[in-house]
C-alpha cells in the first residue's frame, strides 16, 4: 500500500508570492491533517479536513487554507508569503474519523526568499 | 507555559545503552498518548501509541504514562545506531481533536 505522498519536495518562493501544496493519503483514508513544522515551534497543527470537511482548524492567520476533494487527495494554500513562512509542511492522513493514529507524508520544505 | 515539554537534548549515547525520552504536559484533558520518530529529511512515523495510564511494550522500546504526574516516558532498550533520529512525544483529549506535539528530541547512538 502507497504511503502519503506530497508534491512537490521542494519549493523555493519569494515573499508576496503565493503557493499551493498537494497531498495524496493512503488509499481508503478519509482524514487528512496539516501541519507546520520549524525548527524554533516544532510541529503545529494548520487544520484538519474529513470526508472534504473541515473539521479543526488551528491557530494560523487567513493567508493558511486549504480544502478536500472528493478522493480524499488536499491541498493547502498559502497567499501573500512572508519569510516566516519557511518550514517543512507536513500532510499525514488517517483511516477513520480520529485522530490518534496519524501516517505522515514526508513533507514539502517551502523556502521564502 | 506550553501544553507539552519535551528536552530537545541532544541526546547521545553509546550502542547498546538504554536511552530514557520524557515528556511533560498540562492539559489534564490528554487521554491519548503517543511517541513518532523522524529521521532526518523524512515525515515522523508513529512508534508507540498508549491510552490513559499505564505501561506498553514493542521489542525494545516501552512507553509510561503517568497521568497523576502529567509525565510521559519512551525507553529504548540496546540502542542501535538505526534509532538515531528525532523523537516526538504527541498527545490529544480525544480522537476528534489535533495532536498536539513536543518539539522532539534529537537522539544519537553512537557505534
Known amino acids: 500500500k502507497a504511503g502519503v505522498t506530497q508534491t512537490p519536495r521542494y519549493l523555493i518562493k519569494t515573499r508576496g508570492q503565493q503557493v499551493t501544496l498537494s497531498c495524496s493519503p493512503i488509499s481508503g483514508h478519509r482524514s487528512v491533517s496539516w501541519y507546520q513544522q520549524t525548527p524554533g515551534q516544532g510541529l503545529q497543527f494548520l487544520f484538519e479536513y474529513f470526508s472534504e470537511t473541515q473539521r479543526n482548524k488551528g491557530n494560523f492567520p487567513g493567508r493558511f487554507s486549504g480544502r478536500q476533494f472528493s478522493n480524499s487527495r488536499s491541498e493547502m494554500n498559502v497567499s501573500t508569503l512572508e519569510l516566516g513562512d519557511s518550514a517543512l509542511y507536513l500532510c499525514?492522513?488517517?483511516?477513520?474519523?480520529?485522530?490518534?493514529?496519524?501516517?505522515f507524508g514526508s513533507g514539502t520544505q517551502l523556502s521564502v526568499l | 507555559q506550553k501544553e507539552v515539554e519535551q528536552d530537545p537534548g541532544p541526546l547521545s549515547v553509546p550502542e547498546g545503552a538504554i536511552v530514557s525520552l520524557n515528556c511533560t504536559y498540562s492539559n489534564s484533558a490528554f487521554q491519548y498518548f503517543m511517541w513518532y520518530r523522524q529521521y532526518s529529511r523524512k515525515g515522523p512515523e508513529l512508534l508507540m501509541y498508549t491510552y490513559s495510564s499505564g505501561n506498553k511494550e514493542d521489542g525494545r522500546f516501552t512507553a509510561q504514562v503517568d497521568k497523576s504526574s502529567k509525565y510521559i516516558s519512551l525507553f529504548i532498550r540496546d540502542s542501535q545506531p538505526s534509532d538515531s533520529a528525532t523523537y516526538l512525544c504527541?498527545?490529544?483529549?480525544?480522537?476528534?481533536?489535533?495532536?498536539?506535539f513536543g518539539k522532539g528530541t534529537r537522539l544519537s547512538v553512537i557505534a
Open positions: 499525514a492522513s488517517s483511516s477513520d474519523a480520529t485522530n490518534e493514529k496519524l501516517f
Open positions: 504527541a498527545m490529544t483529549s480525544s480522537g476528534n481533536t489535533p495532536l498536539v
